[in-house]
């Protein structure tokens, strides 16, 4: 079993090398999905960290953007424990972060674990228009879309988001998922989404079960 401290801390800290090389001997040891699973967790939680880290002004924005790299490396490591060595795509999702908001930690994270998961995976970056995800939505007809934001406003952008997709006609051809910080099951119904979460794998759970 892998040592799951050791990969938070690493992780943390930005250490790559070790990071790797402890994922590396993991996977050797032919793991099982859950035990991957938990890898993937301990993984989240360094990011989690990393964000802390950067509230606090102890990292920066390049570290932000070395960290969604690094993960993307560990995710990418341990899909084949993960059993997402197939080509085949369980279903399609739309993401992206809301208008007025330029986080996209979260969305990285739950990017690379619904991919690792099987899911096609159109990812519309930050400051995204509800023009932008109905272009998108009609174009590559997804399952799922998902929106993130951790700034407040996110809230009011997600509503008027959802609202764009029903007067285009498209928002009972989809099922919605939220995240990040600002969310609740309150927020979820004001926004009119289907799902909320603040945990990543949490968020791919939900949406497996949308498609299967």
Known sequence: MADLQAIKKAVG???????????DNFVA???????????????????AEVGELFEKEEYFVGDLIFAGDLLTSAIEKL????????????GTMVL??????????????????ADAAGFEIYDLGIDVSPEVFIDK?????????????VLTLAIDSMKKTVDAFKEAG???DIKIIIGGN???????????????????????????????
């Open 13 to 23: 800290e930005l250490d790559e090398e070790t990071v790797l090389s402890l994922l």
């Open 29 to 47: 040891s032919n793991p099982t999905e859950e035990e991957t699973q938990q890898v993937v967790t301990a993984c989240q939680q360094g990011m």
């Open 79 to 90: 899909k084949p424990a993960l059993g997402s060595g197939a080509s085949a795509k369980i």
């Open 96 to 113: 992206g972060t809301v208008e007025g908001d330029l986080h996209d930690i979260g969305k990285n994270i739950f990017k690379s674990m």
């Open 137 to 149: 939505i009609k174009e590559v007809k997804p399952q799922i879309v998902g929106m993130s934001g």
């Open 170 to 172: 498209i928002r009972d």
């Open 182 to 212: 600002p969310v609740t099951e309150e927020v979820c119904r004001m926004v009119g989404a289907d799902a909320f979460t603040i945990n990543a794998a949490e968020g791919v759970k939900i949406s497996q079960g949308w498609v299967s």
